[in-house]
């Protein structure tokens, strides 16, 4: 199995900044060097899971964001893949679609 340390290490890379956080605060927080973090967004080390997880923590989000690239929390992370298929259906399809997104979006959960 191929794990791509770079894209993990540059999606770790884009929250930090996008939680105004600098390589130094992160190190300091989490008890490692500023060059340990810039080796990790840079794909040069490969990090741990519980690194993975720590670091996670720290910036508040989903870890599996970090591995795939999807934040399941968010409510348009499957927009873009949606629209695409959707330009590919025709006609008669699409309004078999809309009805089932009717339905669905209609379908109360019941809570056990």
């Known amino acids: 199995m191929y794990v791509d ?3 993990i290490g540059q999606r770790i890379k884009k929250i930090r900044k996008q939680k105004r956080f600098t390589q130094e605060r992160v190190a300091e ?3 490692v060097s500023t060059v340990y973090i810039s080796q990790v967004e840079n ?15 720290l910036l508040d989000i989903d ?19 949606i629209a695409h298929l959707l330009q ?7 309004q078999l679609i809309m ?3 009717k339905l669905i ?8």
């Open 63 to 81: 870890p599996g964001y970090f591995l795939t690239g999807i934040s399941y929390h968010s409510r348009d992370y499957l927009k873009a893949d």
């Open 105 to 112: 979006s209609k379908y109360k959960v019941i809570s056990q």
């Open 99 to 101: 009805d089932v997104v």
């Open 29 to 31: 927080s989490l008890e």
């Open 5 to 7: 340390y770079y894209a």
């Open 43 to 57: 794909g040069k080390t490969k990090l741990s899971l519980e690194m993975l997880v720590r670091l996670a923590s």
């Open 88 to 94: 590919e259906c025709p006609p008669e399809k699409l």
